[in-house]
Nanobody, 126 residues
Framework: QVQLVESGGGSVQSGGSLRLSCAAS????????MGWFRQAPGKEREGVAG???????FYADSVKGRFTISRDNAKSTLYLQMDSLKPEDTATYYC????????????????????WGQGTQVTVSS
């Protein structure tokens, strides 16, 4: 059973930085795609960044140049480095994973992911 546990959320002022972590267990990183999603109150969950087993990435246009997704396979941990944070980045951030991911693939859609963490809150004040 795949388990994902996020941490690293918190409150920060506009322009600040946070690094989210997602500790994963019960899967083989060589065949899994991972992603970060966020959901603000009253809005749909949206993709922020994704990472495939071959290193392919995607970023939402709104975070390109500010956020960086990475993975430490030895620690089975996914990261999201968030810099130059803005108030509109305020949301609950979720880590997600799916298996059967081929080399060169990466998935953007919420519906493409099977396993989800419980979420961690990020609040950016102006």
């Amino acid at each position: 059973q795949v388990q994902l546990v996020e941490s690293g959320g918190g409150s920060v002022q506009s322009g600040g930085s946070l690094r989210l972590s997602c500790a994963a267990s019960g899967y083989s990183s060589s065949s899994y795609c991972m992603g970060w999603f966020r959901q603000a109150p009253g809005k749909e969950r949206e993709g922020v960044a994704g990472l495939g087993p071959g290193g392919n990435t995607f970023y939402a246009d709104s975070v390109k140049g500010r956020f960086t997704i990475s993975r430490d396979n030895a620690k089975s941990t996914l990261y999201l480095q968030m810099d130059s944070l803005k108030p509109e980045d305020t949301a609950t951030y979720y880590c997600a994973a799916r298996g059967g991911c081929l080399w060169g693939q990466v998935f953007r859609a919420v519906s493409s992911y099977v396993y989800w963490g419980q979420g961690t809150q990020v609040t950016v004040s102006s």
